[in-house]
């Protein structure tokens, strides 16, 4: 037998026994624990909720459920909105975790190293002196830049003011889907809101399935996910009925603290990734192909199509 041949049988048999190792864990509702993160708070209130409304029904609908510190990425910009800062403490008094999300939310490749870099700094200063403010900084759009140099120019400035990187697990469209609520309303469309929610959980459950298998034929283990939402109106509507839904697959959700703690948090990477979780980044440093993981919704287009199907706006 040839030696490709050998290669091609055991990867497939590695293959198979990672699916079915995950599909035990999947109906043991077992080891499976997820964490919850907002990112670009406090977002500005549109047509409808205000700021304010929406970030008191989020912390509402968490308490409502009992649900554990949730990671609150903010940016400098938004946070220097009206009562951007006092929405920020009323995530801290409900015992919630703060983190750097930078302050005008650049794309690092669009603007240099150094002006990156002083752009987290700017959001430091403003951010760090607030109650449960945490050490995370997750990068603008989950991008890491296509620069070998700068990307470790930023790293190291980072790990100089003692930040560890805010990564996710599980990413998803959510701002899309809310983008076109938002816009609905403003057309002067009516909503199917109970129609709206069974997507976007599905939408999002799926999403979490799918990288939770990936986690399991990459590291051959259940691993501490991070949720990637955002802090807009879908979020202050569904976040309690999400959580209910995914307790009730087996899923534990645990602190964003806690799932800082996976040894994932401290794998090295070498390789550039941008747009992309911590798993798919390992994925690609064990030299897996981007194309291995689109999945469902895989675009805008067929999330957009789903909802016109069921005619969610009308």
């Known amino acids: 037998m040839r030696i490709g041949a050998i290669f091609k049988s055991i990867f497939v048999v590695f293959f198979f026994y990672s699916l079915t190792s995950y599909q035990i864990l999947e109906k043991r509702g077992c080891d499976h624990e997820i964490a919850i993160s907002f990112d670009d708070a406090p977002m500005p209130g549109t047509s409808i909720f205000s700021g304010v409304e929406r970030t008191e029904e989020i912390i509402k609908k968490l308490e409502e459920v009992n649900a554990p510190a949730v990671g609150i990425f903010a940016l400098g910009i938004h946070a220097q909105r009206e009562f951007g800062i006092e929405r920020l403490k009323k995530y801290a008094i409900a015992g919630h975790i703060l983190a750097n999300h930078s302050y005008s939310h650049y794309r690092l490749g669009e603007v240099e190293a150094e002006t990156f870099i002083e752009d987290i700094k700017r959001a430091h200063v403003l951010l760090s002196d607030l109650p449960n403010f945490r050490l995370f900084f997750r990068f603008p759009y989950l991008y890491e830049g296509d620069n070998t140099t700068q990307r470790k120019e930023v790293l190291k400035a980072l790990a100089d003011m003692g930040y560890r990187e805010g990564y996710v697990t599980v990413s998803n469209f959510d701002f899309y889907i809310n983008y076109l609520a938002v816009q609905a309303v403003k057309e002067g469309k009516k909503i199917n809101y109970e129609k709206l929610k069974e997507i976007y959980i599905k939408i999002l459950w799926e999403c979490i399935d799918f990288h939770a298998e990936w986690a399991h034929k990459i590291l051959g283990r259940a691993v501490k996910h991070v949720l990637l939402l955002h802090e807009n109106d879908l979020a202050a509507l569904f976040i309690g ?58 675009s805008c287009e067929c999330i957009k199509k789903m909802l016109e199907e069921e005619n969610v706006f009308f």
């Open 241 to 298: 009925d999400l959580i209910s839904l995914i307790r009730s697959k087996g899923w534990k959700i645990i602190s964003i603290e806690d799932a800082y703690k996976d040894p994932i948090a401290t794998i090295p990477l070498t390789t550039i990734y941008g747009y992309s979780t911590r798993i798919f980044a390992i994925g690609k440093e064990r030299g897996l192909r981007k194309q291995e993981f689109s999945h469902f919704p895989s």
